[in-house]
């Protein structure tokens, strides 16, 4: 006999269904969610480390341009410079060319008297200065008498009187009259056709300096430099300035470019070079910008948008976490109830089977008592019958 509830059979079926699909759901959850933390993780590192490739090429393309633009202002303003200096000493040849040496002795003190009006009107100046075919100073806008001096064994000497130069850009000395860092522009002083001496007027590079100074003040690194054809520097900002020295042997190699060079040096710091020629290329307007500067400024463009972008990922990465944390602890609460309802059913089961194993003693003894009330009372009715006929055979002998 079957006592199963064809009902409750039903019911919990219909019970497990819904929980193994719930039980099913949760690898599915996980897995979104595993994918969700890393998408909040990777996708803002791909899109800020692309944002952040185009901002550096945008960065080192804002340098170049800049450095250019730099550099052209750099150009006009040393050769604007160098004209008035060739203008000036051609005024000076002009003045002198029909005089010897003995008449410029002579007129010593008009041609100084000239000469400091001419070096007022040119703010580069510190001094101009007439010199004998021998090198000896004849008259200066500093001084009047001339001191003795003698430069015979100069560099601007011997490149107009010797070397017979059309003119001369030395390179930074100090002045003889008064010590002070100079650089001088000479042409020949000419008396008829012949070479009589030397024009030369001395130019302060404190001058340049400072022109640079303004110019460089609202940038961040950046360096300006007017360098000799040769690379030995003439002035700088800042001064001095080693740097530029590094490169001068780069500086006839990068005047001939376009556009700005990038280069390095043996420490290992690389710069980006712009350099253009001044006049006929005697020199060359430098600008450069180291790459640290260039990084600096990226990185400040950079920073706020990286921090954003960290503070945002890892708010959605904590908020993810969490949600994947308690899908594992609601899976884990899930499988140990499932486990215990697993066990309780199975304890249930054995119940219901102990209780039908009973029912069906119960049965059986109940049968076995019934049927042995039969026997007893067909035993009895069997003993009567077999004594009432005894008695009627006994009665019958009789």
């Known amino acids: 006999m079957d006592t199963s509830n064809p009902a409750r059979t039903l019911h919990t079926r219909s019970q497990t269904e819904p929980e193994a699909a719930l039980q099913a759901d949760y690898p599915l959850r996980r897995r979104v969610a595993a994918l969700l933390l890393a998408g909040t993780v990777l996708l803002p590192l791909c899109l800020l480390a692309g944002w952040g490739w185009l901002a550096l090429r945008d960065a080192f393309a804002d340098a170049e341009r800049q450095c250019v633009l730099l550099a052209r202002v750099v150009q006009e303003h040393a050769s604007k410079v160098m004209e008035s200096n060739r203008l000036a000493d051609q005024r000076l040849r002009d003045l002198t060319a029909h005089w010897s040496n003995a008449d410029i002795r002579h007129h010593e003190l008009e041609l100084h008297r000239r000469m400091a009006r001419m070096g007022r009107d040119l703010p580069q100046a510190f001094a101009l200065g ?7 100073l004849l008259a200066s806008s500093l001084l009047y008498p001339a001191p003795p001096l003698n430069i015979a064994g100069r560099e601007d000497y011997r490149a107009i009187m010797v070397e017979h130069e059309s003119s001369h850009l030395s390179a930074v000395l100090i002045g003889g009259v008064i010590p002070e ?39 961040d690194g950046y360096r300006a430099a007017l360098v000799r054809g040769d690379g030995a520097v003439l002035a700088a900002y800042p001064w001095p300035d080693p740097d530029a020295a590094r490169f001068a042997g780069q500086v006839r190699h990068l005047s001939q470019s376009d556009g700005p060079e990038r280069t390095g ?23 450069s910008v180291p790459y640290r500067v260039v990084y600096r400024a990226w990185w400040r463009r950079m920073a706020p948008a990286s921090l954003a972008a960290a503070i945002v990922s890892a708010v ?50 109940s049968v076995a008592h019934d049927f042995r009330n039969v026997l007893a009372v067909i035993s009895a009715y069997t003993d009567a019958d077999v004594a009432d006929r005894r008695g009627r055979t006994s009665r019958r002998g009789r």
Not at 130 to 136: A, K, L, M, R, S
Not at 325 to 337: T, Y
């Open 316 to 365: 959605l990465s904590l908020s993810l976490w969490s949600a994947l944390r308690r899908i594992r602890a609601e899976e884990a609460v899930r499988r140990r109830w499932r486990e215990e309802r697993a066990r309780r059913e199975q304890l249930e089961k054995r119940y219901r089977q102990s209780r039908k194993f009973e029912a069906m003693g119960q049965l059986i003894g």
């Open 265 to 287: 040096r043996a420490d290992g710091h690389a710069w980006l070079l712009a350099v253009h020629p001044v006049g006929d290329g005697v020199a060359s307007a430098m600008v």
């Open 130 to 136: 007439i010199f004998g075919d021998d090198g000896t």
């Open 181 to 219: 860092p100079v650089f001088k522009a000479s042409m020949p002083r000419m008396h008829g056709q012949r070479l009589a001496g030397i024009v030369s007027i001395s130019l302060r590079p404190s001058y340049f300096a400072d022109f640079y100074r303004q110019l460089l003040e609202n940038t």
